[in-house]
């Protein structure tokens, strides 16, 4: 009885998680007409096609929106491991009050509205040339990716036992040499989950990606856009495209979503 | 780092006080009123709040099946965090088709029990609960992953102790729990609170500039008006963040 | 040689070492021993270069290594963790000093096969190091350690994270393989029965101090003061006032196995008792005192025991007086 529960629950949850998924692969797959064209689209296959698709992306800029955010999001994670090696492994070796206040004061960056920041700051891109370009965009997202990228730094390389690098140290490697050798072949893991999560989140990232670079969008400004202007069929064409990377990362991604990160740096 | 996110901040606030010709002034303020300030400040805080309250709900029943052992349990946790893996725009785009008043998939299913379809944003409330809910399925993964952390976090030996001692499950959920939980709830709710403050494609997509709230507005005017004005309702965004985050702080030097 | 000179370090107000001067010898097996908490890791950190020294001089074979930093001290140290680097196997753990040093992979290679050999773990060379028993992650450190010919080895505790079986054999030969390298150990450990059967000598650490030093047997038999005499040993010395034995104005402490039982001397009551082996060592209430003492056989609690002191040393303000 107890398990029954539960399952009823399970299965509830399950629906309600995925249906807006599968609303979204039917109108892709669907002949327009059992979807946005009829007052009361049945909620199951009527017909299947591919045409939405080819239409979509043979008649709407597809292309270019992808690789603007590819470039983005690949260099805002480069930018994210780059820095947030040494700023995670400095942070690692400062005492537990420091180091949490420091944290504490990278998260509050964090945390600042991206309108706020955003609006400002196209004032200033414009002047330096920053504005609608890759790296403006990447450095902008950097706000919010390179304390978060810092934080998953500083945990993973916390957890490497202190006795490791003096040992290191006994053994004749320098700082470098330790770094490369052990530390971040140990912490790779880590390194990896940071770089996955600033890039996911760059990908994704709206706020700042429609107020500095409106003019070669990136892909959910283009999906955006495209909706603005009534192209429903492409914006969903895109968006399955753009979605099924982001699932599948988050699927590898899944046992380094832990709350803690999410939680932002706030232990229990 | 920090300069760049605190001189614009800085920025923002100095630019809300100027004219776009460089004069001190409070007008933009004052122009904030003729937009309807207050309804945007009331708009924002019932979605905010709303939205907040329903993801809390789900969390707490997703959580409460997944902390049990049962079969299917992987393939429920790893379903229960795809959304996260759903873009927001992708999200909000999904949900316009789904609460569209003509050719949607909610009206379909009222169709399907004979009832006759809604015009789903009807009044302001009706809009910012479709909101809330778009908001609630994207973000429940992430409410979900605290809220579970914490349902770990309670020894299992409390609910033996209180079972013996004769409580039914709905007992043990009001009295061992909620309590046990109350500072993870807390954390959930702060920090899901600064970004449910900011949320801005979702509203955008799904209801566009009304009912406005505070970032749709912000983004109106910036489209459309001064840096100045726009700067000033960014400021008012920054206000309401700065006391969450202040909060946020407390709470965590408390732990 | 190893020469400690006035070694000061603080933690803030908390003075650590408080002027520890000594000769380590070469080829000496040299054991620190201390409660918890008393500065035997500080004092490894800060002759392995680790921790900065305050004050003070550490010289080795007669250079100065005071202001060298910990690669350039050619020193080994195993750590009470064992410290290896989990991304590695135990062949690349081994080889990393040597790689350091800058040496070729043949050499390496031969080098690194020899040291395994002297400790029996070749057949783990290409085992990851997190897959292995505590035992081996042992043998792993200290074959880490040994592989550079370093002109001295620091060991922390690095028995004390096995089981009781398996550290007692490590122990042997641990003891075994300093000999056959000859080379020069400083052992540190909280353990007083380690120290009395590896140890050349033992430097009792206490409060900052070094407060005796002396072969195994001399710590028994003469510690220097009251605080060693309860420390060394497996049972504390016992101390009680002079007039027992008819001297004025001293203690008199006598070890548990220093007594004879069944001689009309003194008469104490069994409070509680403990077995090691055949011997059963009695918790005796004695006029008002605490004494321990040895005997062998069946006792019960409340038992009336009679013993005599057979041999005894004398204490002034906690200070021994008799000389050996």
């Known amino acids: 009885m107890r398990n029954l529960l539960v399952y009823v629950g399970a299965i509830i949850f399950t629906l309600y998680f995925l249906i807006p998924l599968y609303i979204l692969v039917l109108i892709a797959f669907s002949p327009a007409k059992f979807t946005l064209e009829s007052l009361y689209p049945p909620l199951y296959f009527k017909g299947f096609t591919l045409s939405n698709l080819v239409y979509a992306f043979t008649q709407y800029n597809f292309i270019h929106p992808f690789l603007k955010s590819f470039f983005v999001a690949s260099l805002v994670g480069i930018i994210a491991i780059l820095l947030g090696i040494p700023a995670g492994y400095g942070l690692s070796k400062l005492p537990g009050k420091l180091a949490y206040a420091f944290i504490v004061v990278l998260l509050i960056t964090n945390m600042v509205p991206g309108l706020v920041v955003a609006i400002p700051i196209s004032v200033e891109f414009i002047k330096l040339h920053l504005f609608d370009s890759i790296p403006g965009l990447a450095l902008v997202q950097e706000l919010v990716t390179l304390p978060l990228a810092v934080f998953i730094l500083q945990g993973t390389f916390s957890a490497v036992p202190k006795e490791v690098e003096y040992q290191a140290r006994i053994d004749g490697a320098s700082t470098l040499s330790y770094l490369s050798n052990v530390l971040i072949p140990v912490a790779l893991p880590g390194i990896v989950a940071a770089f996955l999560i600033s890039w996911m989140f760059s990908w994704d990232e709206f706020t700042y990606a429609v107020l500095l670079s409106p003019i070669h969008p990136t892909l959910p400004v283009e999906i955006y856009f495209n909706i603005e202007r009534g192209n429903e069929l492409a914006a969903v064409a895109f968006s399955l495209v753009f979605t099924i990377p982001v699932i599948v990362l988050t699927l590898i991604l899944q046992k380094y979503l832990k709350g803690e990160y999410l939680a932002g740096g706030v232990k229990y | 780092m920090l300069a760049f996110a605190f001189y614009p901040s800085a920025r923002a606030v100095y630019l809300s006080f100027f004219t776009s010709q460089g004069k001190f002034t409070l007008d933009n303020y004052k122009e904030l009123l003729y937009f309807n300030l207050y309804g945007t400040i009331e708009n924002t805080v019932i979605l905010t709040v709303g939205a907040l309250m329903l993801q809390l709900l789900l969390a707490l029943g997703v959580s409460s099946i997944l902390v049990r052992e049962f079969r299917g349990k992987r393939v429920l946790s790893t379903i229960s965090i795809i959304p996260m893996g759903v873009a927001t725009v992708v999200a909000a785009i999904t949900f316009s088709f789904i609460f569209q008043t003509s050719g949607g998939y909610a009206n379909t299913l009222l169709h399907y029990f004979g009832l006759s379809g809604i015009n789903w944003y009807f009044n302001r409330y009706l809009s910012l609960f479709i909101v809330m809910i778009a908001d609630s399925w994207k973000n429940t993964p992430i409410m979900t992953l605290i809220i579970l952390a914490g349902m770990y976090s309670i020894p299992r030996d409390l609910y033996y102790a209180a079972a013996l001692d004769g409580a039914g499950p709905i007992k043990r959920f009001v009295h061992i729990t909620l309590p046990n939980l109350k500072k993870f709830i807390a954390i959930a709710l702060i920090i899901r609170g600064v970004s449910e403050f900011n949320i801005f494609a979702l509203p955008l997509i799904l209801i566009g500039y009304s009912p406005s709230i505070l970032t749709t507005l912000a983004y109106s005017l910036y489209s459309t008006t001064t840096e100045n004005l726009a700067s000033a309702a960014a400021v008012v965004i920054l206000v309401f963040v700065s006391v969450l985050i202040a909060l946020n702080i407390k709470l965590g030097g408390k732990r | ?324």
């Open chain 3, 1 to 324: 040689m190893i020469e400690l000179k006035e070694l000061v370090k603080r933690y803030g107000q908390k003075l650590v070492l408080n002027g520890i001067s000594e000769k380590i010898e070469t080829g000496e097996f040299f054991v620190i021993l201390g409660p918890s908490g008393a500065g035997k890791s500080t004092m490894l950190k800060v002759i392995a270069g680790i921790e900065e020294l305050d004050s003070g001089s550490i010289v080795v074979d007669g250079k100065d290594i005071t202001r060298l930093p910990p690669e350039k001290r050619n020193l080994a140290m195993v750590f009470q963790n064992y410290a290896l680097y989990p991304n590695m196997t135990v062949f690349d753990n081994i080889a990393f000093p040597l790689k350091m040093k800058g040496m070729g992979k043949d050499k390496i290679k031969e080098r690194v096969e020899r040291v395994a050999k002297l400790l029996g773990i070749q057949e783990l060379l290409k085992s990851n190091v997190t897959r292995i028993s505590g035992g081996q992650q042992q043998r792993v450190a200290i074959a880490r350690a040994i592989v550079r010919e370093p002109s001295f080895y620091l060991l922390d505790e690095p028995l004390s994270n096995l089981d009781a079986r398996t550290r007692f054999k490590a122990r042997g030969e641990l003891k075994r393989i300093q000999k056959e390298l000859g080379g020069t150990f400083v052992y540190v450990t909280h353990d007083q029965k380690e120290a009395m059967s590896l140890a050349d000598r033992i430097a009792v650490l206490h409060e900052g101090k070094f407060e005796q030093v002396g072969v195994p047997m001399e710590l028994y038999e003469y510690p220097k003061t009251k605080w060693v005499g309860e420390f060394i040993g497996d049972f504390p010395m016992n101390f009680v006032s002079g007039e027992w034995l008819g001297v004025q104005g001293v203690e008199i402490g006598f070890r548990p196995e220093w007594v004879k039982l069944d001689r009309s001397d003194f008469k104490g009551t069994v409070n509680s008792m403990e077995s090691v082996g055949e011997s059963t060592y009695l918790f005796l209430d004695v006029k008002d005192v605490k004494v321990i003492v040895k005997g062998s056989g069946h006792f019960d609690v409340g038992d009336e025991v009679t013993f005599s002191i057979e041999k005894y040393r004398r204490f002034k303000d906690g200070f021994l007086i008799d000389q050996k």
